[in-house]
């Protein structure tokens, strides 16, 4: 299963993504970093690991459609199966979802459907939850609204800041999304009739 994970920042997740492909028993591997920003760091960390990269610069297109089209050109080029979206600050539009609709994925930093969109820790601080999370979840058109793979639940804790929560919501995440990723891949979470299909209870 050759995977291809997009960013556009810093790619902690990504990290998480190809430390835990390299076990021998992972059923899939990292077949491309592609970036919409040639300068996010995290293309210069999966170039330092060795792996095939790919900068698509989004502003050297005039709309969203040509754009997309040519990312999945790209994708086509190498063979990708499946797609992580990690930290991939774009809006894809709805003719790319439907063509990878069941092959792929999003991590976001929240319990969803709670705290779509943006700034999740402060809104979820100024509500005053007191559980937050993260969600592995297939994507569909609407943002951040996908059929839920897989979620991670934190404390929040008195006197917790953005920053404090952010820490230890990624620490999950980076725990979580390969777990997810595995689950695609080998199966045990499908994506029918716009519903996840799990077939392993655990
Ligand atoms: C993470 O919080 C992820 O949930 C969200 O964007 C952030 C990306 O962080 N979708 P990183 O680039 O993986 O460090």
Redesign the pocket.
């Known amino acids: 299963r050759r995977v291809a994970i997009l960013?556009s920042?810093?790619?902690?997740?990504?990290a998480s993504l190809i430390e835990a492909a390299q076990a021998a028993d992972f059923p899939a591997e990292i077949a491309l970093v592609l970036s919409n920003r040639p300068d996010a760091e995290?293309l210069a960390r999966a170039k330092d690991s060795g792996l095939a990269t790919l900068a698509i610069d989004h502003k050297a297109f005039p709309d969203r459609e040509s754009f997309d089209r040519a990312l999945d050109a790209a994708l086509n080029e190498h063979d990708i199966a499946f797609i992580c979206?990690?930290?991939f600050m774009r809006v894809l539009s709805d003719w790319f979802v439907e063509r990878w609709a069941g092959r792929m994925i999003?991590?976001?930093?929240s319990l969803l459907p709670l705290y779509r969109g943006t700034q999740t820790h402060r809104r979820a601080l100024e509500d005053g939850v007191l559980v937050h999370g993260?969600t592995v979840h297939f994507v569909v058109p609407e943002l951040d609204a996908g059929p839920i793979i897989a979620q991670a639940v934190v404390p929040v804790v008195p006197g917790d800041t953005q920053e404090s929560l952010a820490a230890r919501?990624?620490a999950q995440?980076h725990r979580l999304y390969p777990q997810a990723l595995r689950m695609i891949c080998d199966g045990t979470a499908r994506l029918e009739n716009g519903r996840v299909v799990f077939s392993r209870q655990w």
């Open positions: 960013i920042g810093r790619g902690s997740n990504m995290g979206l990690a930290g999003n991590i976001h930093p993260c919501v990624i995440e």
